[in-house]
Protein backbone atom coordinates (compact mmCIF):
# COMPACT_ATOMS: atom_id res chain seq x y z
CA UNK A 1 0.00 0.00 0.00
CA UNK A 2 1.54 3.31 -1.14
CA UNK A 3 2.31 5.90 1.99
CA UNK A 4 0.51 9.04 2.06
CA UNK A 5 2.26 11.73 0.71
CA UNK A 6 4.24 13.63 2.87
CA UNK A 7 4.03 17.96 3.47
CA UNK A 8 7.54 18.12 4.22
CA UNK A 9 8.96 21.77 2.98
CA UNK A 10 12.63 20.53 2.05
CA UNK A 11 15.44 23.88 1.88
CA UNK A 12 16.73 24.81 -1.40
CA UNK A 13 20.40 24.37 -0.50
CA UNK A 14 19.14 20.53 0.02
CA UNK A 15 16.75 20.87 -3.41
CA UNK A 16 19.93 21.78 -5.21
CA UNK A 17 21.87 18.56 -4.17
CA UNK A 18 18.93 16.76 -5.06
CA UNK A 19 18.39 18.08 -8.33
CA UNK A 20 22.31 17.23 -9.07
CA UNK A 21 22.30 13.38 -7.81
CA UNK A 22 18.76 12.74 -9.53
CA UNK A 23 20.59 14.37 -13.25
CA UNK A 24 23.15 12.24 -12.28
CA UNK A 25 21.92 8.79 -10.88
CA UNK A 26 19.23 8.67 -14.28
CA UNK A 27 22.09 9.66 -16.40
CA UNK A 28 23.93 6.43 -14.83
CA UNK A 29 21.19 4.61 -15.03
CA UNK A 30 20.69 4.72 -18.77
CA UNK A 31 24.37 4.61 -19.63
CA UNK A 32 24.33 1.59 -17.72
CA UNK A 33 21.67 0.57 -19.65
CA UNK A 34 23.63 1.09 -22.89
CA UNK A 35 25.64 -1.55 -22.09
CA UNK A 36 23.43 -4.15 -22.10
CA UNK A 37 21.98 -3.81 -25.26
CA UNK A 38 23.36 -6.64 -26.92
CA UNK A 39 23.53 -8.95 -24.26
CA UNK A 40 20.82 -8.47 -21.71
CA UNK A 41 18.06 -5.96 -24.01
CA UNK A 42 15.38 -7.13 -21.05
CA UNK A 43 17.92 -5.44 -18.32
CA UNK A 44 18.50 -2.55 -20.65
CA UNK A 45 14.28 -1.95 -21.23
CA UNK A 46 14.07 -1.92 -17.21
CA UNK A 47 17.10 0.39 -16.73
CA UNK A 48 16.16 3.01 -19.07
CA UNK A 49 12.53 3.03 -17.47
CA UNK A 50 14.58 3.56 -14.16
CA UNK A 51 16.49 6.17 -16.07
CA UNK A 52 13.43 8.17 -17.29
CA UNK A 53 11.97 8.38 -13.76
CA UNK A 54 15.06 9.37 -12.57
CA UNK A 55 14.77 12.27 -14.68
CA UNK A 56 11.03 13.06 -14.25
CA UNK A 57 11.47 13.51 -10.61
CA UNK A 58 14.60 16.31 -11.29
CA UNK A 59 12.42 18.02 -12.92
CA UNK A 60 9.57 18.00 -9.87
CA UNK A 61 12.86 19.05 -7.70
CA UNK A 62 13.82 21.66 -9.99
CA UNK A 63 9.87 23.04 -9.63
CA UNK A 64 9.88 22.83 -6.13
CA UNK A 65 11.82 25.86 -5.29
CA UNK A 66 8.79 28.14 -6.07
CA UNK A 67 7.18 25.94 -3.66
CA UNK A 68 5.67 27.76 -0.41
CA UNK A 69 4.75 26.20 3.18
CA UNK A 70 1.74 24.27 2.71
CA UNK A 71 2.05 23.49 -1.23
CA UNK A 72 4.04 20.41 -0.54
CA UNK A 73 1.48 17.56 -0.97
CA UNK A 74 1.64 18.37 -4.78
CA UNK A 75 5.72 17.52 -4.90
CA UNK A 76 5.55 14.42 -2.79
CA UNK A 77 2.14 13.09 -4.34
CA UNK A 78 4.00 12.98 -7.65
CA UNK A 79 6.86 11.08 -5.52
CA UNK A 80 5.14 8.34 -5.36
CA UNK A 81 3.58 8.32 -8.56
CA UNK A 82 6.24 6.06 -10.74
CA UNK A 83 3.82 6.65 -13.59
CA UNK A 84 3.40 10.79 -13.11
CA UNK A 85 7.56 10.71 -13.03
CA UNK A 86 7.50 8.63 -16.03
CA UNK A 87 5.56 11.09 -18.46
CA UNK A 88 6.96 14.41 -16.37
CA UNK A 89 10.15 13.59 -17.67
CA UNK A 90 8.85 14.22 -21.42
CA UNK A 91 8.05 17.93 -20.32
CA UNK A 92 12.03 18.83 -20.42
CA UNK A 93 11.35 18.59 -24.30
CA UNK A 94 9.31 21.87 -23.98
CA UNK A 95 12.94 23.62 -22.52
CA UNK A 96 14.77 21.58 -25.21
CA UNK A 97 12.41 20.46 -28.47
CA UNK A 98 15.47 18.80 -29.69
CA UNK A 99 14.01 14.79 -29.67
CA UNK A 100 15.15 11.56 -30.97
CA UNK A 101 12.36 9.36 -32.41
CA UNK A 102 12.70 5.23 -34.03
CA UNK A 103 10.41 4.18 -37.06
CA UNK A 104 10.10 1.22 -38.32
CA UNK A 105 10.67 0.34 -42.18
CA UNK A 106 6.79 0.16 -42.22
CA UNK A 107 6.42 3.66 -40.77
CA UNK A 108 5.31 2.43 -37.24
CA UNK A 109 5.96 5.77 -35.12
CA UNK A 110 8.28 4.85 -31.56
CA UNK A 111 8.46 7.94 -29.94
CA UNK A 112 8.82 6.86 -25.92
CA UNK A 113 5.17 6.34 -26.32
CA UNK A 114 5.16 2.44 -24.32
CA UNK A 115 3.28 -0.09 -25.84
CA UNK A 116 1.87 -1.71 -22.33
CA UNK A 117 -1.38 -0.13 -20.44
CA UNK A 118 1.34 1.68 -18.23
CA UNK A 119 4.67 2.39 -18.53
CA UNK A 120 6.41 1.96 -15.12
CA UNK A 121 5.18 -2.31 -16.40
CA UNK A 122 7.93 -2.08 -18.40
CA UNK A 123 9.92 -2.59 -15.68
CA UNK A 124 8.22 -5.89 -14.27
CA UNK A 125 8.41 -7.09 -17.68
CA UNK A 126 12.29 -6.45 -17.36
CA UNK A 127 13.18 -8.01 -14.04
CA UNK A 128 10.06 -10.79 -13.20
CA UNK A 129 8.73 -13.95 -14.39
CA UNK A 130 5.53 -13.15 -15.13
CA UNK A 131 2.57 -15.86 -15.59
CA UNK A 132 0.56 -15.46 -19.16
CA UNK A 133 -3.08 -16.20 -18.77
CA UNK A 134 -3.29 -16.49 -22.72
CA UNK A 135 -0.82 -18.83 -22.75
CA UNK A 136 -1.04 -20.48 -20.03
CA UNK A 137 2.47 -20.44 -18.83
CA UNK A 138 5.41 -17.93 -16.85
CA UNK A 139 7.64 -16.55 -19.27
CA UNK A 140 10.92 -14.68 -18.84
CA UNK A 141 11.89 -11.27 -19.06
CA UNK A 142 13.76 -11.95 -22.41
CA UNK A 143 10.73 -13.46 -23.48
CA UNK A 144 8.58 -10.92 -23.01
CA UNK A 145 10.44 -7.83 -24.11
CA UNK A 146 11.37 -7.26 -27.75
CA UNK A 147 14.43 -5.14 -29.44
CA UNK A 148 12.00 -2.39 -30.64
CA UNK A 149 10.60 -2.11 -27.30
CA UNK A 150 13.73 -2.28 -25.29
CA UNK A 151 15.61 0.89 -27.97
CA UNK A 152 12.61 2.87 -27.67
CA UNK A 153 13.06 3.07 -23.95
CA UNK A 154 16.85 3.59 -23.74
CA UNK A 155 16.74 5.85 -26.49
CA UNK A 156 13.81 7.97 -25.05
CA UNK A 157 15.53 7.93 -21.63
CA UNK A 158 19.06 9.15 -23.04
CA UNK A 159 17.91 11.69 -24.75
CA UNK A 160 15.88 12.94 -21.78
CA UNK A 161 18.80 12.67 -19.70
CA UNK A 162 20.74 14.30 -21.94
CA UNK A 163 18.54 17.68 -21.60
CA UNK A 164 18.23 17.58 -17.91
CA UNK A 165 22.27 17.27 -17.95
CA UNK A 166 22.63 20.39 -19.84
CA UNK A 167 20.12 22.33 -18.37
CA UNK A 168 22.09 21.15 -14.78
CA UNK A 169 25.14 22.29 -16.28
CA UNK A 170 23.36 26.06 -17.13
CA UNK A 171 22.26 26.37 -13.48
CA UNK A 172 25.63 25.77 -12.49
CA UNK A 173 27.76 27.33 -14.84
CA UNK A 174 27.22 30.87 -12.54
CA UNK A 175 24.83 32.79 -10.28
CA UNK A 176 23.44 29.26 -9.39
CA UNK A 177 21.57 30.41 -6.22
CA UNK A 178 20.07 32.87 -8.48
CA UNK A 179 19.39 30.64 -11.41
CA UNK A 180 17.78 28.11 -9.69
CA UNK A 181 15.33 30.48 -7.75
CA UNK A 182 14.43 32.37 -11.31
CA UNK A 183 14.59 28.75 -13.46
CA UNK A 184 12.32 27.45 -11.16
CA UNK A 185 9.37 29.29 -12.53
CA UNK A 186 9.61 28.18 -15.88
CA UNK A 187 10.00 24.33 -14.62
CA UNK A 188 6.94 25.00 -12.29
CA UNK A 189 4.91 26.38 -14.85
CA UNK A 190 5.69 23.37 -16.95
CA UNK A 191 4.68 20.96 -14.64
CA UNK A 192 1.81 22.52 -13.95
CA UNK A 193 0.16 24.51 -16.94
CA UNK A 194 -0.89 23.12 -20.44
CA UNK A 195 1.51 24.24 -22.66
CA UNK A 196 2.63 23.63 -25.90
CA UNK A 197 6.04 24.03 -27.69
CA UNK A 198 4.59 26.54 -29.70
CA UNK A 199 3.97 28.46 -26.14
CA UNK A 200 7.98 28.17 -25.26
CA UNK A 201 9.61 30.84 -27.36
CA UNK A 202 8.06 33.89 -26.19
CA UNK A 203 7.83 32.42 -22.46
CA UNK A 204 11.42 32.17 -22.72
CA UNK A 205 12.11 35.57 -24.51
CA UNK A 206 9.77 37.16 -21.55
CA UNK A 207 11.90 35.43 -18.89
CA UNK A 208 15.24 36.35 -20.70
CA UNK A 209 14.22 40.56 -20.96
CA UNK A 210 13.43 40.47 -17.04
CA UNK A 211 16.94 41.88 -16.37
CA UNK A 212 20.72 40.78 -17.41
CA UNK A 213 20.82 38.28 -15.18
CA UNK A 214 17.92 36.59 -16.94
CA UNK A 215 19.38 37.04 -20.10
CA UNK A 216 22.81 35.64 -18.91
CA UNK A 217 20.92 32.79 -17.84
CA UNK A 218 18.98 32.46 -20.96
CA UNK A 219 22.36 32.22 -22.89
CA UNK A 220 24.00 29.63 -21.18
CA UNK A 221 21.32 27.34 -21.29
CA UNK A 222 20.60 28.05 -25.46
CA UNK A 223 24.67 27.27 -25.50
CA UNK A 224 24.23 24.18 -23.52
CA UNK A 225 20.99 23.12 -25.30
CA UNK A 226 23.21 23.50 -28.73
CA UNK A 227 25.86 21.07 -27.42
CA UNK A 228 23.31 18.09 -26.82
CA UNK A 229 21.84 19.10 -30.59
CA UNK A 230 25.35 18.43 -31.99
CA UNK A 231 25.99 15.42 -29.39
CA UNK A 232 23.03 13.33 -31.09
CA UNK A 233 23.77 14.28 -34.50
CA UNK A 234 27.31 13.28 -33.88
CA UNK A 235 26.09 9.97 -32.71
CA UNK A 236 23.67 9.30 -35.33
CA UNK A 237 26.05 9.41 -38.01
CA UNK A 238 28.84 7.38 -35.89
CA UNK A 239 28.90 4.23 -38.53
CA UNK A 240 29.26 1.92 -35.59
CA UNK A 241 26.35 3.12 -33.48
CA UNK A 242 23.17 1.60 -33.18
CA UNK A 243 21.18 4.82 -33.52
CA UNK A 244 22.81 5.06 -36.85
CA UNK A 245 21.15 1.27 -37.71
CA UNK A 246 17.65 2.58 -37.37
CA UNK A 247 15.48 4.67 -38.36
CA UNK A 248 15.24 8.32 -36.48
CA UNK A 249 13.96 11.43 -37.07
CA UNK A 250 15.26 14.87 -34.93
Not at 132 to 150: G, K, R
Request: overall charge negative; aromatic content about 10%.
Amino acid sequence: MKRKPQQTQIPKAILRKGYEKSVSNGFSLVMSAMTLLNDFPQIALGLSQLAQEEIGKSLSILAAFQLKEGDWKWFWSAWLDHNKKSHRAFLYELISPHRIEMRSQAGERFAGFSKRAAMPQEKEAAFYVNYDETQQTFILPEENVSNVEMLNRTMTASYLAQKAFFIHSALEMSDAEFRYDAFSEIALRVCTEDLYQQDMPAILEEFRLRSERHSALIGDMAHEIGKEQDFWTEMIARPDSCLSKKETTS
